[in-house]
């Protein structure tokens, strides 16, 4: 049994200031620094939007290909990343899931690697962590959110904790980062 750690989206236009940043999401970085060397594989999702991404339809520009906005936040550890999934790639890909990756099978790493539980901590609760956390249920891993390293988006007050109830309601262990 191997575990791995996804962390998903902790970059510069999620944290505060960035063109969509989540309120403190900034302030998931050191804990999950606290955590990293805990896991035998550390992977990481990024946003990788193109310029003219529909995406940008239902969000303002934000985790542009090869910007400041798209790298990781400067005080994330990323020396022990073994992979970096790339998703939105595509102009009409919203991406929101890890499992969405386009440079990558994100499944099919997990099962060469015989990773069986997939952690899962980062940015935003509502959408891509919790996108992430039912596809990797879906795929049929042992799936666990480390609830005091991610942050919520919450476009609508509640969005977080719905989000947190249907991923308990399809089998996502809730735990925090001392229960580890």
């Excluded at 959110?145 to 089998?171: F, H, R, S």
Aim: proline content about 4%; aromatic content about 8%; hydrophobic content about 35%.
């Amino acid at each position: 049994m191997k575990k791995a750690l996804l962390i998903v989206d902790v970059q510069n236009d999620f944290c505060p200031g960035g063109a969509l940043g989540v309120k403190e999401g900034d302030q998931v970085v050191p804990v999950i620094n606290s955590i990293i060397d805990r896991f035998d594989f550390v992977i990481s999702s990024q946003d990788w939007h193109p310029e003219g991404s529909v995406h940008f339809e239902k969000w303002p520009p934000h985790c542009i290909a090869h910007t400041r906005g798209a790298d990781f936040h400067p005080g994330l550890k990323t020396e022990k990343i073994g992979l970096k999934l790339r998703k939105g790639t595509a102009d009409k890909d919203d991406g929101y899931s890890a499992f969405e990756a386009t440079n990558v099978s994100f499944s099919d790493f997990l099962r060469d690697n015989k990773i069986t539980d997939l952690y899962i901590c980062g940015l935003a609760t509502d959408y891509c962590v919790k996108a992430s956390a039912l596809d990797a249920i879906n795929q049929g891993f042992h799936t666990f959110v480390i609830t005091d390293a991610i942050k919520p988006v919450n476009v609508n007050p509640g969005d977080d904790k719905k989000a947190l109830d249907e991923m308990y309601q399809n089998g996502c262990v809730l735990l925090e980062s001392d229960d580890l």
